[in-house]
């Protein structure tokens, strides 16, 4: 995903020693928190009924250097949150710790899960009344960590431009270097055949 201020939900499938990760594209300094719950297969029923209390889950998550910023272990159901240091893409993981078959007799564990980004993470009713906010200081409040998130992702845009062009750079300057390679090699090469002939045909004139 390549959007920075969102909150999307989804679910997936997983098997008992299977891992499933996912690449956020994240500004420095922004706040991620993601929430999950598990559903086991039931084949009696045919469906998918609430996670087992002894089914766990281990969340980590690596910065775009590949560094841990986050591994622990969570239950059925858990809650995470991470803040963004370093800008680019976020590796997030789930996978379950399980290690009862009988657990995934049925072949799948259900995991849903919800992001959210930026802004998205603020508990705004929790915040007015912490606050004692009025509801236009409460929507002030909201358009400045609005803004604020904006600032974030066009610093962050800036900064993905910036290493696009001096990769650009970086290749240009390969290929213009790879091209003076090849043309000194055409030039020796031609020397090398002129004199060769000329040896040639002098030889053939000695003969």
Wanted: glycine share 6%; charged share 25%.
């Amino acid at each position: 995903a390549a959007a920075c201020i969102y909150y999307y939900a989804l679910y997936f499938h997983i098997g008992e020693t299977e891992k499933k990760c996912f690449i956020e594209e994240i500004p420095d300094e922004t706040m991620v928190i993601g929430k999950y719950r598990t559903q086991l297969w039931d084949k009696q029923t045919g469906s998918f009924l609430p996670a087992t209390p002894g089914l766990g889950m281990h969340v980590e998550i690596k910065d775009p250097d590949t560094k841990i910023i986050l591994s622990r272990q969570y239950g059925s159901d858990g809650r995470f949150t991470f803040t963004s240091h370093t800008p680019g893409e976020h590796q997030i993981c789930l996978h379950s710790n399980s290690t009862k078959m009988a657990l995934f007799a049925g072949g799948k564990l259900r995991v849903h899960l919800d992001i959210q980004v930026g802004e998205h993470t603020n508990n705004y009713p929790e915040i007015a009344a912490k606050d004692k906010l009025t509801e236009l200081q409460l929507r002030a409040r909201q358009l400045l960590d609005q803004v604020e998130q904006i600032q974030k992702e066009q610093n962050y845009q800036r900064y993905r431009e910036e290493r696009f062009r001096m990769t650009s750079e970086s290749t240009n300057q390969r290929v213009l270097w790879w091209s003076i390679a090849q043309t000194l090699i055409l030039i020796v090469t031609g020397i090398w055949q002129m004199k060769h002939l000329k040896s040639f045909f002098e030889a053939k004139k000695l003969v």
